[in-house]
Nanobody, 123 residues
Framework: VQLQASGGGLVQAGGSLRLSCTNS????????ISWFRQAPGKEREFVAG???????RYADSVKGRFTISRDNLKNTVFLQMSGLKPEDTAVYYC??????????????????WGQGTQVTVSS
């Protein structure tokens, strides 16, 4: 499994970006697909996660602003980010694993990670 994240960039506060995560042309199957982010000097943190057929979670800091979705035909997972804030600035990573719903935010339960894409939000 090789994950490829893309779609990052520089945007002004209040703007939007859509990140994409593909899986080398393979299906994600029943894996949980999650987005994490890591800002300079901070630990990697959970952003949003989704399992096929349901089970979507968001970090409190992004609820109502970010939406995770899956296009199973294209083997792609998206993170639509709206209302971006400077504190959303980070490298965003997609990851796959099989954590329980309550453990989506546990980085140690994911065993495939994409290379990350930089999101920078200017004030």
């Amino acid at each position: 499994v090789q994950l490829q994240a893309s779609g990052g960039g520089l945007v002004q506060a209040g703007g939007s970006l859509r990140l994409s995560c593909t899986n080398s042309g393979r299906t994600f199957g029943d894996y949980v697909i999650s987005w994490f982010r890591q800002a300079p000097g901070k630990e990697r943190e959970f952003v949003a996660g989704s399992r096929r057929g349901g089970g979507t979670r968001y970090a409190d800091s992004v609820k109502g602003r970010f939406t995770i979705s899956r296009d199973n035909l294209k083997n792609t997972v998206f993170l639509q980010m709206s209302g971006l804030k400077p504190e959303d600035t980070a490298v965003y990573y997609c990851a796959t694993g099989r954590p329980a719903f309550s453990a989506y935010d546990q980085t140690g339960l994911y065993y495939n990670w994409g290379q990350g894409t930089q999101v920078t939000v200017s004030s």
